[in-house]
């Protein structure tokens, strides 16, 4: 925004960008990126996002400056996904998981309370 360049341009590349990493990144981790760009669009973070694009869209002032403030928060919906499908690229996991006990073996809500997965 400050050197007026379209945010369109940073969203379609980084769309690209996302949907290239979906190729390469496993199952597991495509469902949790996507979900976390829902992260950005709470009621706390999105008033908090838009003011800060609307002070940056100001500084030259454009006339555009509240579309470059909604743009800045899909922008930071397309940061979270970007991250965690990195990640994605970065870890693998092997040799982790959990294998609960059978409800067999628990027999009243005190035993419940008690049963840690990681014994």
């Not at 495509?30 to 694009?53: C, Q, R």
């Not at 579309?67 to 899909?74: H, I, N, R, T």
Request: charged content about 15%.
């Amino acid at each position: 925004m400050l050197f007026s360049v379209p945010l369109s341009v940073f969203l379609i590349l980084f769309y690209i960008m996302v949907f290239v990493l979906t190729l390469f990144d496993s199952e597991d981790f495509l469902a949790v990126a996507f979900d976390s760009g829902g992260v950005t669009t709470g009621p706390m973070t999105v008033p908090f996002i838009m003011t800060l694009g609307i002070g940056f869209a100001a500084v030259p002032s454009d006339k555009h400056a509240e579309d470059d403030s909604f743009g800045l928060v899909a922008l930071c919906s397309i940061g979270l996904i970007r991250a965690v499908l990195l990640l994605g690229l970065v870890y693998q996991p092997e040799g982790t998981g959990c294998t609960p006990a059978p409800l067999s073996q628990i027999e009243n809500s005190v035993e419940a309370a008690s049963w840690r997965p990681w014994r």
